[in-house]
């Protein structure tokens, strides 16, 4: 539910075919080619820093760069193993390499972000491109202006390079959904295992930055939107407190749980990306909140000893669905108390009970939400009532696979001064705020809880729909609070990451904690762009 946030626009040059009812055609899938591994990339697994450090010496600029990105994104995510990670590029991302080095040269250098290539999930808007959220109703849809994250990385130097696949309307459109797939994109691929899933829905993002097609990435989470894809694609990611990054100019789903937030390699790049995207914005209340508590130097909490001393409750109730999963995290616990921290079993008291009244808040807010978008970016489209009847309209090319019962039951919602959206709003908060996360890190004196992200990634199933089993993300979600998930292992070559949770505005404490258990572990590993993976191949090499 809500994991959020091929005709498929890739060519800088083209623009999207007129989005007119009874028109559609379903986005053709490209196959993969199993037998042919991506040759060698020179900026694989390559952080902010090196880059940076690179360009500084005159070593590389960022056109160069830019184009690597861009020839990449040629090379594997439209060729080769088909990724299908990346829905439309930006056709000025040379010009504004082009521009930073300019600025480099006369001595202008803005951040740590300056000529750094970064793609955002489709449903974020950046001009000249369009916002889609994935659906065929808005290929057309292009802002006029860009989101203020957007701004914000703009003004730190940042290169936008293109926009990533999502699942459409960020996984909130059917029970029955697909993460990773949308009527304009397709279906994007697990580049760990080409017939697994991506997980939803920044799953474009957490594919392309785990294939390196950019350097880092832009994803919305609603619940489990960054988490899960960060996770099975073996990244960092970061889902901050709702309103520390302004949500202007993001298709929404719920003002209560919505936020952006960074998915990338390294905790590090991370940290420099959430510095850069953090912001007090006019257009947005919930940022207002953020003043004297935001941070825009989270450098300083890369801290190799960030767990000594610390105090971490684990969540046991969230684990037991997978022994892969229960094995990573026994043996990520042992990390961390050999980095110095106490691990003490601890329980959220309403663990699960926010499930129901979280629905009614994101079914009402939804709709209102979604509504003041289209109206104030101009859409074609208006109304969810218009989107409902575009998809029955184009039935074969936006409902091949699953229909749009959360669209009708958010349709039939009333206003937000309904007495019923009240009360869920303030049940769903407290229950997984101060009685949930809150209580237990107050009763157990706690610097953060820990649990698995999320299961192995499973096999894509267009026909029934998502099959995970086991998340830890669903607390912080709809408390507004902090989580920044990291990779603790693997389950036969997929990854598997574990997830920190605090208090509202402890993003730095979590950073000095996640910082210290990924450099204690190093459990990142690069994808293979496999067409499988079986216990079975995996045990055949080990015995080889």
Known sequence: MALTLAACQRDASQTAAPATPGTMAAPAEKPATPTAQPVAFAFEEADIASLQSRMDKGELSSHALTQAYLDRIAAIDEAGPALNSVIELNPDALKEADARDTERKAGNKRSALHGIPVLLKDNIDAT????????????????KTDAYLVQRLREAGAVILGKTNLSEWANFRSTRSTSGWSGRGGQTKNPYALDRNPCGSSSGTGTAIAANLAAVGIGTETDGSIICPAAVAGLVGIKPTVGLVSRS???????SQDTAGPMTRTVADAAVLLAAITGKDDADIATQANVGRAVFDYTANLKTDGLKGARIGVVRKLMGYQPDVDAAMEKAIVSIESSGAEVVDVEIPTLGKWDEPEFEVLLYEFKAGLEAYLA????????LTELIEFNKKNAAAEMPYFAQEIFEKAQAKGPLSDAAYIEARTKARKLAGPEGIGAALKANKLDAL??????????TDPISGDHFTGAGYGAAAVAGTPSITVPMGDSHGLPLGITFMGPAWSEPRLIELAYSFEQATKARKAPKFLPTVTPQNEMAKAVK
């Open 450 to 459: 820990i649990a698995p992200s999320m299961s192995p990634a499973w096999l």
């Open 128 to 143: 000249p491109m369009a916002n889609s959220a994935g659906s065929l109703a808005l290929a057309n849809h292009k802002p």
């Open 249 to 255: 100019g993001i298709i929404p789903i719920s003002h």
């Open 376 to 383: 104030k970016s101009e859409a074609p489209v208006k109304t």
